[in-house]
């Protein structure tokens, strides 16, 4: 399995991050609490592309989520070794190498940790929001349903058409995927794979595919907003999740 050069291109958003780096269940997290009241049962955990706590952009788009009223918890899935801004440009990174130092066994193994921990704290109901690299072990723990609700975009290291079938099988989360036009990870026939399998009612708990044209992957998190139709795809990929998490969660 490898990751596409889609994964390494992107620009920087402005902002400053307003949640707390923190320590849940002994993995260091990045933590955004909503300002108001909110459910305290119910967390969702944002799982990362491959630049996890260090990019801006996968902070900021946490602090989106909880100011729409969720607790969202964001663990380094990659134990301090999340790949550097810089190679957005650099183009230099071997993608081979640093895969194989995070396997799926280890990243599952993290988020499981956290939800442990915060299961302690009386959390019960857990949704995921998973991009690129971090839609992977999200399927994965849907699989098992220790996952309420899941919504992935720009989905990497899926095995199409195996894992889609074996969410329609296995998994009782609904499912929200947010696609687009230029995705090797996810390309077309994938998505109307997708569309094939889970949708039209197929899939009991839920299943919702948007779509956005103009867009490449990595567009709802590292997007490039000076494009009319990125901007608007990385604007309606963040609110279809927001409704999706709302309705199911």
Same mark, same amino acid.
């Given at each position: ?107 599952? /193994? ?10 302690? $704290? !009386?959390? *019960?109901?857990?949704? &995921? %929001? ?70 039209? /009612? ?10 956005? $044209? !103009?867009? *490449?992957?990595?567009? &709802? %998190? ?28």
């Amino acid at each position: 399995m490898s990751l596409c050069s889609h994964c390494v291109a992107g620009v920087r958003h402005e902002g400053t991050p307003e949640g707390q780096f923190t320590k849940v269940g002994g993995v260091d997290s990045y933590v955004a609490t909503p300002k108001g009241d909110y459910p305290k049962d119910k967390v969702v955990l944002f799982l990362s592309d491959v630049f996890g706590l260090k990019l801006q952009n996968n902070l900021l788009l946490a602090d989106d989520y909880a100011r729409n009223g969720f607790k969202v918890v964001e663990p380094d899935l990659f134990e301090g070794d999340a790949l550097p801004e810089d190679a957005l440009h650099s183009g230099k990174v071997d993608f081979g190498a640093w895969l194989a130092k995070h396997g799926m066994d280890r990243v599952v /193994g993290i988020i499981r940790t956290v939800i442990d921990a915060l299961k302690a $704290e !009386g959390v *019960t109901k857990f949704a &995921a %929001v998973g991009f690129c690299f971090g839609a992977r072990p999200a399927f994965d723990l849907a699989f098992n349903n220790e996952l309420q609700v899941v919504a992935v975009s720009h989905p990497s290291l899926l095995q199409i058409p195996a894992d889609l079938e074996k969410y329609a099988s296995q998994s009782k989360a609904p499912l929200l995927i947010n696609s687009c036009e230029t995705d090797p990870q996810f390309p077309i026939d994938a998505q109307a794979k997708a569309d094939e399998i889970l949708g039209g /009612g197929k899939f009991a708990p839920g299943y919702v595919r948007t779509y956005w $044209e !103009g867009c *490449t992957h990595g567009f &709802a %998190v590292r997007g490039d907003i000076s494009d009319p139709k990125v901007k608007a795809g990385k604007e309606g990929a963040f609110k279809a999740t927001v409704e999706f998490l709302i309705k199911h969660l």
